[in-house]
C-alpha cells in the first residue's frame, strides 16, 4: 500500500491550521473561571442589596446632607424608604431634608445608667423597605446591642435584600487609618475592613479644605468650645489637603476595579486608559530584581498601582532558580506590588491574558540578550511578540543591568534536570517501532511503515515530555530513511517522491510530537491548577465542619501540615502575655530563638524566617496571620524538605493563611459578639436582681424595725402577749431575709459548681415530712395532702439540697395558688424513674410563660409580689447536681405540677431489708 506524497502534504497543512487555530483559542478563549466568578457574584448581586457610601475626607464636608439628598431624589421617584438612624447634629438645613422620609424609631438602650439609643435593627428588618439611609457606617453600637459595629447591621440589611445608603471619612477606612494617624497624629479606634467596601458604589462629597475650615468657624461642625482645638489640630489646612488627596486616590481606586468589571462583563480585551497601570514580568533571570525596582519607581512617578506577574511554564524549575525567583516575587511584594502566578505554556500569551485581565496600561520587559538563534527555534523573539500582541498597552523596554557576580551569565531560564529514563524510554519504542516495521515491511510497504514510526511519536508525546519527544521525532525519520528507502542502509534519496515524502515526514513527525507534548504539558498544569482549587475548597469545608475553637485550631494544625509536609505550629496571643504562643496541639514546638522569630513577625505583621529576607538563619518559616490592621496570630511552618517551595505551592500557601487569618477574625469577632450578650444579660439580671433584693429585704427589714420600735416604745408598760407578738414578728422577718440571702447564696454557689452533692441513700418519705412540718406556718391557709406508693425504693440522693429543693416548690405552690386550695405532695416509681412532684388547683402557667419558669430572676407578668424569681432556678440546679431533671406543666383538671424525676436505681441488700 502506498500513500501519496500529496496525501501526507495536506496533512502537514491540516496540522499547522490546527496547531495555529489551539494557540488562536487558547489566547483568545475566555477564561472558565472568571466566567463562573463573574456569574456567582451577579447572582449575589441579584438577591443582596446594594450599598452606596457617601464618603468624605472628614467631618463637615456635608456627606449627610448629599445623602439626604438623594433619598429625597429616590422617594420622589416612587421608592419605599425609611431612616433607619440619621445624626443631624441640631443643623437646620439637614433637619429640613428629613422631612417626608418615614423614620423607624430607634431603640433605647441603657448601659451603666446611661440612656443611649441605637438602630432598630429588627424593626427595619419588619419594615422591609426599598431603601434605608443609615447615617455614620464606622459606629460603634452600644454593649448590648446584637452586633458591636453598624458596618454588621448594614450588612445583615443588605443579605436581606434592602439597599442602604451610608456615610464614611475616609479615616474609618481600615487599609487607610495607618496613613491618617501619620498625617494627623490622631489614633483611629473605629474602623471597618475593606472586604466590607467591595461591592460598594461611592459618591464622593468633596470641598475645598478652606471652605471647610470656614464652616469650622461658622460652627457647622462641631460646638463652638470645640473650633478652636479642632482648627489647630485635626483641621489644619495641610491636613486637609493630604486627607482629600486620600479620598480622592482611595475613590479612583474603587472606580478604577468597577471599569474592570465591567469590561470583563463585555468581553473587551484592549485596556482602557483611564488610568495607568503598570505590569512587570519576573522570572528566575539574576536581572529580574532590578526590573522590579525599576517599575517600583516608575509606578512612583505616576502615582499609581503595579502588577509583578510570574507565569509558571509546565517544566519544573531547578532549585537555584526556584530560589531566586522567590526572592523576586517576595522583592517585588515589599516594594508594594500586587504579585500574580499563572500557568500556561506559553509565556507571551500568559503575560498577555494577564494585563488585558488587569486593565495594564504599560507592561515592563528587560532588554533581550543572548543568540538570535536560540530565539528563532524558541519561537521568535519575546520581545517582538509581545510587541505585535500587545495591542494598545505600551512597552518599556528596560537595561537592567549587570546580573550579580555569583549569578549564571545566561539570560535563558533552565529547561529542567536531564531526565534519563524519557530518554530511554524514547530510544525504547523506537527501536521497537523499527523492528515490528522490518516485520511488517513485506506486507505494507516502505511508505506504509512511516505511518508506524509517526505514532509511536505521537504515543510517546503523551506519556514523556518535549525533549525526548522531538529527539524520537527526528531519529525515526533518519532511521526510516537508512532501513526502509532506497537505497537502503545508506542515508541517500534517490526520487524526489521520496525525498518529498522524507522532509513531510520530518516536519509532520515534528509538528505532532510538539503538538501531542503542548496538550499534555498544558493537561499536567490544569491538573496541578485543581489541585490547589481543590486543596483550597477542602481546607473552607473543614474549617466550617469545626464544632469549637479548639476543633477549628486543630483543623488548621492538621490541613496545613498534611497538605504542604512540614511541622506545624500555631501561634496565638494570650489575655495575659501579648506575645504569640505555640498551641499545645501543635506538631513542632519551637525553642526560644524560633518564638523570638514568629514574635517578629507577628509584630511586624510581615513573613520572617526560612526563605525570606528577615532572620533566614531560621529553621522555619513564620507567616502573620492578618485581618485587615489586626495580626490574629502566627502559622509556623518547618518544612521535612530542603528545597525552597514553587510559586504555586507559595501562592496556595498564601491562600490559606488569608483564608485561616479570616476565619480566626470571624471566630474573634463572634466571641466579641458573644461576649457583649453576657455584659447585657449581666447587667440585666443585676438590676432585676437590685430591685428585687431591695424589695424583699425591705419588708422584712421594715417589720423588724418597727417591732423593734414598738417593744422600745412600750418599754416597761408592754403586756406579755404583746411582747410576744412583736418578737414573733422580728423572728418571722427575720426567717425571711434569711431564706433572700440564702436563696441568693445557694444559687451563686451552684452556678459555681462549688456543690458537690453527697449522695447517700435515702427515703423520699424522711425528706416529705420534714418539708411538711418546716413549712406548717407558710401553708397554714393551704391544705396539704401526701401521697406516695409503695414502690418508692431507697434513693441515692443528697438530703440537705432535695429537702430545700422540695420546700421551695412547695413555698411556690403556696404563693401563687388562693387560700383554701390543696397543695399535694406525692412520690411515684415507674419503671427506672423515681419521681418527686407537687401539685395545687391554682390558675396554672401560661404557656408562654412555661419556657422561662426555671430562668434565675424571672417572674411572670401576673405573678403576686415578694420573691426575687430564684427559688424555682434553685430547685433545677439542685436537681441537675444530682443527675436529676425538673420538668413543669399544666394539670388537665386545673392548677400546676412540678415534677423532679431521679434515676431509680436497686439499693444495697442491708438497706433494703432495713426499709422493709
Not at 461642625?221 to 478652636?228: I, K, Q, S, T
Not at 432556678?873 to 424525676?901: C, D, M, P, Y
Request: with cysteine; proline share 5%.
Amino acid at each position: 500500500m502506498a500513500v501519496s506524497p500529496f496525501l501526507l502534504g495536506a496533512l502537514l497543512f491540516l496540522t499547522i491550521i490546527g496547531c495555529y487555530i489551539d494557540c488562536v483559542d487558547q489566547s483568545d478563549r475566555p477564561n472558565p473561571d472568571a466566567l463562573l466568578a463573574a456569574i456567582q457574584q451577579d447572582e449575589t448581586r441579584a438577591k443582596r442589596g446594594r450599598l452606596k457610601v457617601f464618603i468624605g475626607m472628614s467631618p463637615g464636608v456635608g456627606k449627610t446632607f448629599a445623602m439626604l439628598e438623594a433619598a429625597q431624589r429616590e422617594l420622589k421617584a416612587g421608592r419605599d424608604i425609611v431612616i433607619g438612624f440619621v445624626e443631624t447634629h441640631g443643623r437646620k438645613e439637614t433637619d429640613a431634608l428629613t422631612t417626608g422620609l418615614p423614620t423607624v424609631p430607634r431603640k433605647r438602650m441603657e448601659y451603666r445608667g446611661v440612656n443611649l439609643t441605637e438602630m432598630d435593627v429588627d424593626a427595619v428588618l419588619a419594615r422591609k423597605p426599598d431603601l434605608a439611609i443609615i447615617d455614620e457606617f464606622a459606629h460603634s453600637n452600644s454593649p448590648g446591642s446584637r452586633h458591636p459595629k453598624r458596618y454588621q447591621d448594614v450588612i445583615e440589611l443588605l443579605d436581606a435584600g434592602i439597599d442602604v445608603y451610608t456615610t464614611l471619612n475616609i479615616q474609618h477606612v481600615e487599609s487607610r487609618a495607618d496613613s491618617v494617624r501619620q498625617i494627623t497624629g490622631a489614633t483611629v479606634h473605629e474602623t471597618i475592613p475593606d472586604t466590607t467596601l467591595e461591592r460598594a458604589e461611592f459618591e464622593l462629597v468633596d470641598l475645598p479644605p478652606d471652605e471647610l475650615r470656614a464652616r469650622l468657624a461658622a460652627g457647622k461642625v462641631y460646638l463652638p468650645e470645640r473650633v478652636a482645638a479642632a482648627r489647630d489640630n485635626f483641621f489644619r489646612p495641610g491636613n486637609l489637603a493630604a486627607l482629600r488627596e486620600l479620598v480622592l486616590r482611595f475613590a479612583a481606586e474603587h472606580v478604577g476595579q468597577d471599569v474592570l468589571a465591567f469590561r470583563r462583563g463585555l468581553g473587551i480585551s484592549d485596556p482602557w486608559k483611564s488610568g495607568q497601570r503598570l505590569l512587570v514580568a519576573l522570572s528566575p533571570s539574576p536581572t529580574s530584581a532590578a526590573l522590579a525596582r525599576w517599575t517600583c519607581r516608575l509606578a512612583g512617578e505616576l502615582h499609581c498601582p503595579w502588577i509583578a506577574v510570574y507565569v509558571e511554564l509546565p517544566r519544573q524549575l531547578g532549585d537555584e532558580d526556584q530560589e531566586r525567583l522567590n526572592k523576586h516575587l517576595s522583592l517585588a511584594k515589599e516594594l508594594g506590588a500586587e504579585i500574580i502566578t499563572t500557568t500556561d505554556a506559553d509565556v507571551v500569551r500568559g503575560i498577555i491574558r494577564v494585563a488585558r485581565e488587569q486593565n495594564v496600561t504599560q507592561l515592563v520587559v528587560g532588554k533581550p540578550a543572548g543568540w538570535r538563534l536560540v530565539e528563532l527555534f524558541r519561537g521568535g523573539s519575546l520581545l517582538n511578540r509581545l510587541i505585535r500582541e500587545s495591542g494598545n498597552i505600551d512597552i518599556h523596554v528596560v537595561r537592567a543591568g549587570e546580573p550579580e557576580p555569583t549569578a549564571r551569565r545566561t539570560q535563558l531560564p533552565k529547561a529542567g534536570v536531564f531526565d534519563s529514563r524519557s530518554y530511554m524510554l524514547a530510544a525504547g519504542v523506537v527501536v521497537l517501532a523499527t523492528v515490528v516495521n522490518l516485520i511488517l515491511q513485506r506486507w505494507i510497504g516502505y511508505q506504509s511503515v512511516s505511518l508506524i514510526y509517526l505514532l509511536s511519536v505521537i504515543l510517546l508525546g503523551v506519556f514523556v515530555g518535549r525533549g525526548p519527544t522531538l529527539s524520537a521525532a527526528a531519529v525515526s525519520a533518519f532511521l526510516w530513511n537508512f532501513f526502509f528507502t532506497e537505497p537502503r542502509y545508506t542515508f541517500q534519496i534517490n526520487g524526489a517522491a521520496d525525498t518529498m515524502m522524507f522532509v513531510t515526514y520530518f516536519v509532520v513527525a515534528l509538528a505532532m510530537g510538539q503538538l501531542t507534548s503542548r496538550l499534555r504539558s498544558q493537561q499536567e498544569a490544569e491538573w496541578r491548577r485543581e489541585q490547589r482549587s481543590t486543596a483550597l475548597y477542602l481546607l473552607t469545608r473543614e474549617l466550617a465542619k469545626a464544632s469549637d475553637f479548639a476543633d477549628l485550631l486543630a483543623i488548621i494544625i492538621r490541613e496545613v501540615g498534611k497538605n504542604f509536609d512540614c511541622d506545624v505550629a500555631l501561634s496565638l496571643p494570650d489575655e495575659t502575655d501579648p506575645a504569640p504562643t505555640p498551641y499545645f496541639a501543635s506538631t513542632w514546638m519551637f525553642d526560644d530563638k524560633e518564638q523570638s522569630v514568629a514574635t517578629w513577625a507577628w509584630r511586624h505583621r510581615q513573613p520572617s524566617g526560612k526563605g525570606t529576607d528577615t532572620l533566614p538563619s531560621a529553621n522555619g518559616l513564620h507567616l502573620p496571620l492578618a485581618a485587615g490592621e489586626r495580626a490574629m496570630g502566627v502559622l509556623s511552618l518547618r518544612f521535612h524538605e530542603k528545597n525552597p517551595l514553587p510559586p504555586a505551592h507559595r501562592d496556595l500557601l498564601d491562600a490559606y493563611v488569608r483564608q485561616i487569618a479570616l476565619v480566626l477574625d470571624r471566630q474573634r469577632l463572634r466571641d466579641e459578639e458573644h461576649e457583649a450578650k453576657l455584659v447585657e444579660r449581666s447587667e440585666r439580671l443585676s438590676k432585676t436582681l437590685l430591685d428585687s433584693l431591695s424589695h424583699e429585704m425591705r419588708t422584712p427589714i421594715a417589720a423588724i424595725s418597727s417591732a423593734a420600735a414598738g417593744l422600745a416604745e412600750a418599754k416597761q408598760n408592754a403586756s406579755p402577749e404583746f411582747q410576744r407578738g412583736m418578737i414573733a414578728e422580728i423572728r418571722e422577718g427575720a426567717a425571711r431575709l434569711n431564706r433572700v440571702i440564702g436563696n441568693v447564696i445557694e444559687m451563686t454557689r451552684l452556678e459555681s459548681g462549688y456543690v458537690k452533692p453527697k449522695l447517700d441513700w435515702c427515703d423520699l418519705r424522711d425528706v416529705i415530712e420534714v418539708v411538711v412540718r418546716d413549712t406548717q406556718k407558710e401553708l397554714a391557709r393551704h391544705k396539704i395532702t401526701v401521697s406516695i406508693r409503695d414502690n418508692v425504693p431507697l434513693v441515692r440522693i443528697d438530703f440537705v439540697l432535695m429537702q430545700q429543693a422540695l420546700t421551695n416548690l412547695v413555698l411556690n405552690a403556696a404563693a401563687h395558688t388562693p387560700a383554701g386550695t390543696v397543695v399535694q405532695i406525692s412520690a411515684n416509681r415507674e419503671k427506672d424513674v423515681v419521681s418527686l412532684s407537687v401539685a395545687d388547683n391554682g390558675p396554672g402557667i401560661p404557656n408562654e410563660v412555661l419556657p422561662h419558669i426555671f430562668e434565675k430572676f424571672y417572674r411572670a407578668p401576673n405573678a403576686a409580689t415578694g420573691g426575687i424569681g430564684l427559688g424555682l432556678s434553685i430547685v433545677k440546679g439542685v436537681a441537675e447536681a444530682q443527675g436529676g431533671t425538673v420538668r413543669a406543666e399544666n394539670r388537665a383538671s386545673g392548677g400546676a405540677l412540678f415534677t423532679i424525676q431521679m434515676e431509680a436505681t436497686e439499693p444495697p441488700a442491708i438497706l433494703a431489708e432495713a426499709k422493709a
